[in-house]
């Protein structure tokens, strides 16, 4: 059984309808951003993605979090 750790995910904008603003989950230890997308059901396609952040600070796809991190999740914002 994998290890699990705890992270405060936060959306923003279009993310939040039929969702969350901020909620505590659990997740295996070694998930990353992509992971966490995927469980909280973002499409990329139909609402891209804009910003990552861990703890405030801007990360990729890629990144493996920790237990106890904050990851907030921004998207796409065109205007003019």
Do not use: C, W
């Not at 951003?33 to 609402?47: M, P, R, S, T």
């Amino acid at each position: 059984m994998a290890e699990l750790m705890e992270i405060t995910v936060k959306l923003f904008a279009q993310y939040r309808e039929g969702r969350f603003k901020s909620q505590q989950r659990q997740y295996p230890k070694g998930s990353t951003a992509q992971h966490i997308l995927e469980d909280v059901g973002i499409d990329k396609e139909k609402l891209p993605v804009g910003v990552l952040m861990v703890n405030g600070r801007h990360v990729e796809e890629d990144f493996v979090l920790e237990d106890g991190q904050i990851f907030t999740i921004f998207p796409k914002v065109g205007g003019g």
